[in-house]
């Protein structure tokens, strides 16, 4: 049974930082592409970052540019959000999420997230 | 940036009836749009993708149609465990992956 499970949220003061993971299991984690999506309370979805099966390729919203980094450990079956200079914008459950393997951009299985909350 | 929008925002049916929901883009996406449901607390689920196909264990009574900027989701008739809110998302054109803002069906 494929199962991705998130960790990491919690309550951080605007500027500071936070590192999301998320942990995969039953399947080959080296052989799929990954993403974060978030999603703001009571709003819509957002994908936030994708990185390909080993890492070489990187994508991120431009509203996260600059601040976040993704990246992940196949050996661990691990996937990572480094979230740096966080904004009250950021607040948000974040999923991880991913992708199909024939069909690229399509998220086929998500975590259920957790809560990042940006907040003095 | 693709942007999608959905109409209408609200949908209030009752089970058994048809569901119709809209997803229209600001240009061509081909056939690359997905469709997931979202209950409360919950994280979203994968229902059809590239238009017209359904993801696994997904029911018959779910359908998706249309190409290029004009897309729609067909629940065919409403189970109690259909009452979700629905997001449509393209990867035509990526990055940015981008979902519409989402249509809630609910009970009337």
Redo the contacts between chains.
């Keep these: 049974e494929v199962q991705l499970v998130e960790s990491g949220g919690g309550l951080v003061q605007p500027g500071g930082s936070l590192r999301l993971s998320c942990a995969a299991s039953g399947f080959t984690f080296s052989s799929y592409e990954m993403?974060w999506v978030r999603q703001a309370p009571g709003k819509?979805?957002?994908?936030v970052s994708?990185i390909s099966s080993s890492g070489s390729t990187i994508?991120?919203?431009?509203s996260v540019k600059g601040r976040f980094t993704i990246s992940r450990d196949n050996a661990k079956n691990s996937l990572y959000l480094q979230m740096n200079s966080l904004r009250a914008e950021d607040t948000a459950v974040y999923?991880c999420a991913r992708s199909?393997t024939m069909?690229?951009?399509?998220?086929?299985y998500?975590?259920?997230?957790t809560l990042v909350t940006v907040s003095s | 940036e693709i942007v999608l929008t959905q109409s209408p925002a609200t949908l209030s049916l009752s089970p058994g009836e048809r569901a119709t929901l809209s997803c229209r883009a600001s240009q061509s996406v081909s056939s690359y749009l997905a469709w997931y449901q979202q209950k409360p607390g919950q994280a979203p689920r994968l229902l059809i993708y590239d238009a017209s196909n359904r993801a696994t264990g997904i029911p018959a009574r779910f359908s998706g149609s249309g190409s290029g900027t004009d897309f729609t989701l067909t629940i065919s008739s409403l189970e109690p465990e259909d009452f979700a809110v629905y997001y449509c998302q393209q990867r035509s054109n990526w990055p940015p992956l981008t979902f519409g803002p989402g249509t809630k069906v609910d009970i009337k």
């Excluded at chain 1, 819509?44 to 994908?47: C, I, K, S, V």
């Excluded at chain 1, 998500?110 to 997230?113: A, F, H, I, N, S």
């Design positions: 993403n819509g979805l957002e994908w994708y994508y991120y919203a431009d999923y199909c069909v690229r951009g399509v998220f086929d998500w975590g259920q997230g």
